[in-house]
Each structure stands twice: as C-alpha cells, then as structure tokens.
C-alpha cells in the first residue's frame, strides 16, 4: 500500500492564493490603464485647438461674460490641479456635466449608448455567424475558387473605408431600391411612439406591443448592421481561416481522416473545437472595436449613438463627455478580455488553475 505525502503547506497556500493574487494583479493592471488613459486623453484635449468656452458662450459674448464662464470651469488653475479635481469627482462617481447638452455625462452615456450596443450586437451577430463558416470552407478548400472567393470578400470587406461603403448602401438599397430605412432608427412620423424603456428600439418596441415600430426599427438597423457586420465578417473568417489551417496540419487531423470519420466530423467536432478558445478573442475584440469604432456609419446613417456622441463632443472640445466616453471605451474592453479568460477555463480546462 503506498502512502500519500501531502503537499508542503507553502505549496498549498500558493496554490490556494494564486487566483486571488492573479485576480489582484489583473486589477491593478487595469487601474494603471485606465489612469494612463484619462491622463493621456485630459492633457490632449487640453492643447486641442478647440475653445469650449467660446463654444458656451458664443462668439459675440464680452470679455467680462467670457472670463466668468472660464473661472466657472476651472480652466484657470494649473492642468495636474484640474486633473486631480476631475479624478476627485470621478471618485464619486460623477463625470461632470456635458457642455453639449447641460445634463450629467453619465445620463447621457446611458441615453445613447444602448443605440450602439444594439447596432454593434447585431452587426457581430452577422459577422460572426457568416465569418466563421466562410473561414471554416476556406481552410477546408485551400486554394480552390471557394478559398479565393472568401479571401477575396475578406480583402474587400476589410480594406474598403467604411464611410464609402455606407453611402453606397443608403444610395443604393435606400434611395434606388427601396429595400430598406433611410437614416435614423425610425421614420420620423414614428418616433417618440413607444415609451423607452431598455433604450433598445427593438426591444422597447416589442414590450409596448407595437409591431409597426417593431418593423420599421428593424427596417431601418440592418443596413447599418449588415455594413458593419461585414467589416467584422472580414476580419473574423480570415482569422477563422487561420486557425483551421494550423489545425488541419497536425497528425491527430490524419490519425481521424484513417479512422474513416467523415470529413464534417474531422472539421467541426475535431479541427475547430481546437480553435474555438482562439475564436473567442477574435469575436470579443471585434465586437469592442464595433461598439467604440462606428463612429462612421452612425455619421452616415445619423444613428443617435455612442460614436455620434462622442464625435459631437470632441468636435465642441467638451472634455468632461470626451473623458467619459474613453473611460466607457476602457472598461468595454477590460470587461470583453475578462470574460474571454473566463470562457477560456469554460471551453479550455487546462487553462484552469
């Protein structure tokens, strides 16, 4: 009979306070970014070109009228003392008021963001579930018309500016065919019908029981989404395509193709189950870069959202919604990476600790 030696207690106590300090250490990491941000973000707007006070006040306002408003704002104590009186108030939770609006910046990212998170959602909807089978075919039919038919759409998808690709589409599926809603996320004669309740038009839409926003919301998102989803439909089955490869290379591939399992098998129960961890990061970082990066399509398509916003904001220098919405920025990302570590233990168990 063999007899068990336990662990060295200080092995064990590592072992057990390992995931604290990974949780620890992955929090201050995201501190010191997320300071680096702010600082780097409040000290460019500082130079920028841009008077947000002349902005306010009007370019036919007095001296006296423009010196009270810049006093009010802070502008006249040193750039660090203004910086440390934005992260005191950041503390608590307030990011300042809006200079576009007059309301907090909070309210604000609340009020437009839901129409950016449901344009992007559905948008990676698209793009991921047409990317990774287009990727998948690619890699199973290397060098054939298939293959070069999906590296071609990648290549268009993903070097055609975005803001080109959108005017052709409101040219074409809009003002030539009909197909689909102009700009806006509702006909104007609808709007303000249905009460918000998520900010989601769609979701808003079907609580109120209105089915002809319903249509008329959706008919107005997938042109937008559809664009988008492209531009992430580019990069996701080239990186699909990728991955697969490097799979069907390996020799388990060959020990299943002699086993006689059917090439579907080989591909989708072996060869991508190994590279759906991967896959994870790609969708995850695609879907951030869409829900910060739409600035043009909603430019395009006058989506009340998040980058309209955002662009609104950095035109007038207003600093307090700029800095917001960078920290907003910040934190989608930190959340998807997060997230994606915990579908990796999910999917991967030997990336358990």
């Known amino acids: 009979m ?3 030696i ?10 057990m306070s390992f995931p604290a300090g990974r949780i620890g250490k992955r929090l201050v990491q995201v501190a010191v970014t997320l300071f680096g941000l702010l600082l780097l973000t409040f000290f460019i707007g500082r130079v920028m070109p841009v008077d947000p006070v002349l902005a306010i006040v009007g370019p036919d306002a007095d001296h006296s009228t423009y010196e009270q408003v810049y ?11 203004q910086f440390g009186i934005y992260l005191s108030g950041l503390a608590h939770g307030d990011l300042g008021n809006a200079l576009l609006t007059g309301k907090p910046v909070t309210q604000d990212i ?22 990774i089978p287009l990727g998948v075919l690619a890699a199973a039919k290397r060098n054939s018309l298939a293959d070069y038919g ?12 975005i803001f080109w690709v959108g005017m052709m589409g409101l040219l074409v599926f809009y003002a030539w065919l009909g197909w689909v809603g102009g700009a806006g996320r509702v006909d104007f004669s609808l709007d303000g019908q249905v009460t918000r309740h998520s900010g989601f038009m769609l979701i808003d839409a079907l609580i109120a029981g209105n089915g002809e926003v319903f249509r008329n919301a959706l008919n107005h998102l997938i042109l937008p989404a559809s ?29 299943a193709r002699v ?41 395009v398509f006058s989506w009340p959202g998040f980058g309209s916003y955002l662009t609104s904001s950095l035109m007038l220098g207003d600093m307090n919604a700029v800095m917001g919405c960078v920290l907003v920025v910040g934190m989608i990302f930190v959340v998807l990476n997060l997230l994606s570590d915990l579908l990796y233990q999910v999917f991967d168990p030997r990336t358990k600790v």
């Open 71 to 81: 006093h009010q704002l802070g502008f006249d104590k040193p750039l660090w003392t």
């Open 150 to 161: 999906v590296r071609i759409i990648s290549l268009a998808g993903y070097s055609t500016p």
């Open 259 to 299: 086993k006689g399992l059917s090439e579907w098998q080989v591909l989708w129960n072996h060869a991508f189950r190994n590279i759906l961890v991967q896959l994870l990061t790609v969708v995850a970082l695609a879907y951030g870069s869409l829900l910060e990066g739409a600035v043009l399509i909603e430019t």
């Open 6 to 15: 336990p662990a060295p207690a200080s092995k064990q106590t590592a072992r």
């Open 227 to 255: 664009l988008l989803g492209f531009h992430s439909l580019a990069y996701i089955s080239r990186m699909t395509r990728s991955f697969m490869l490097a799979q069907l290379s390996q020799e388990f591939i060959i020990t």
């Open 110 to 131: 609340l009020r437009v963001f839901p129409a950016t998170m449901e344009l992007a959602t559905l948008a990676i909807i698209l793009g991921a579930g047409v990317g």
């Open 2 to 4: 063999t007899m068990q």
